[in-house]
């Protein structure tokens, strides 16, 4: 197999396992009897401890090798604790679980995307053509667990879940260091100061922990929303996650094939506008078939988010900081979403979600207005980069 498709693999397995996880562990939770008040409290507890986690994982994470030195134990770790959430109960004890996992795992998907798109620049091929199989299987993962979860139930679905995770492991040992390459240059080290004088990269940043921190508080409550709140059940979620997930798979493979049509930046404010609409659409509790189909589109904006994002950034920034940089974006994202999940969590148990929904809208519209008054320059892309099919 080829390196390539080894890194394929590797979001294909991972994301597979995070499918049966992650989409569910709202809804598995408010199960178990937790309030809209103390759920707001777990999902603030992640990228609280993440802030705190970040700082620590920075320092460690130096270079390309050690990139790939942690990538081989933090999917292990994550694996075990996800099978322990189904053996304890008790608010406490929930919540215990989840910050281990926020502090030991919260960190592997920038370490993750850094690492794969150092390759892929240095491969002169393009990012998206491996990321594309993380939601690849996300369609045929949140599907099957949509099914699975009124057959087995939950235990058994995270246990599956946490086998995935471990198994990711193996993937990992067998990819080849970044770093070695036929002329045995030595991966370049991070420059930090750099990073932080970069204009272009502060801006970015403002616009991404705005708008893509309100769409990740907003999908944190959306599980439970559309199930608890609007009556849809198990199946039928695990069916339109894996629907929206499809068209964000095909948004991606249309963007891979046909090029930069337009520029990243365009890009990014068509994707904003589509977030908004569809928070409004949730805000004034519209039918739940418009819901549904409102849903769909945020399978169009993240799959251009997904496709956009990391080439913006590595237009940005220079290739040795390309995962300090998602590390700096994940850690201010992580105060927004924390401190947003945490006041939501009761603004919901007190007044609903169309607060909500609405007021993640009216972030949405203010990280487009600073975007579209403060948009970042980029550097253009050089012409031997390749496209999808080389």
């Not at 794969?116 to 491996?130: D, P």
């Not at 086998?163 to 991966?187: C, H, N, Q, R, Y």
Request: aromatic share 16%; net charge positive; charged share 15%.
């Amino acid at each position: 197999m080829t390196e390539k498709g080894k890194f394929q693999l590797f979001y294909f397995i991972r994301f597979f396992g995070d499918a049966f996880f992650y989409p569910f562990m709202s809804i598995y939770l408010m199960s178990k009897g937790l309030s809209e008040g103390q759920l707001g409290i777990v999902l603030a507890i992640t990228p609280i401890t993440t802030i705190l986690a970040n700082p620590l994982w920075n320092f460690l994470i130096k270079d390309m090798r050690t990139s790939r030195m942690v990538l081989k134990f933090m999917t292990l770790i994550e694996g075990v604790l996800i099978i322990t959430l189904t053996q304890v109960s008790g608010f406490e004890l929930y919540l215990l679980v989840i910050t281990l996992i926020a502090f030991m795992c919260s960190p592997f998907i920038p370490i993750q995307d850094g690492f794969a798109a150092t390759f892929a620049n240095r491969q002169k091929i393009e990012y998206s053509s491996i990321r594309i199989y993380a939601s690849i299987a996300y369609v045929i993962a949140s599907a099957l667990a949509g099914l699975l979860v009124g057959l087995v139930g939950y235990t058994a679905l995270f246990i599956v879940s946490g086998s995935f995770f471990i198994a990711t492991m193996f993937i990992v040992l067998w990819l080849k260091p970044v770093g070695e390459d036929p002329t045995k240059v030595d991966a370049p080290k991070r420059d930090i100061k750099k990073l932080l004088k970069n204009r272009e990269f502060i801006k970015y940043l403002v616009f991404y922990v705005l708008v893509i921190g309100s769409v990740r508080i907003g999908d944190s409550f959306f599980g439970v929303y559309i199930t608890e709140s609007r009556g849809m059940g198990m199946v039928a979620y695990g069916i339109l996650y894996s629907a929206f997930v499809l068209v964000e798979v095909w948004t991606m493979r249309f963007l891979m094939v046909k090029g930069l049509i337009v520029s990243e930046q365009k890009l990014m404010v068509f994707s904003t506008v589509l977030f908004a609409l569809r928070f409004l659409c949730y805000g004034l509790n519209l039918p739940l078939s418009v819901i549904i189909i409102a849903t769909l589109f945020r399978g169009l904006s993240w799959g251009i988010i997904i496709y956009a994002h990391i080439k913006f950034v590595m237009k940005i920034v220079s290739v040795e900081n390309i995962t300090t940089a998602i590390m700096i974006l994940t850690l201010f994202f992580s105060i927004f979403t924390g401190v947003g999940n945490f006041i939501f969590g009761s603004v919901i148990e007190d007044h609903g979600y169309g607060w909500l929904f609405l007021g993640m809208m009216g972030m949405l519209v203010l990280g487009l207005g600073i975007f579209l008054a403060f948009t970042p320059k980029t550097v253009p892309e050089p012409l031997e980069i390749a496209r999808v099919d080389e």
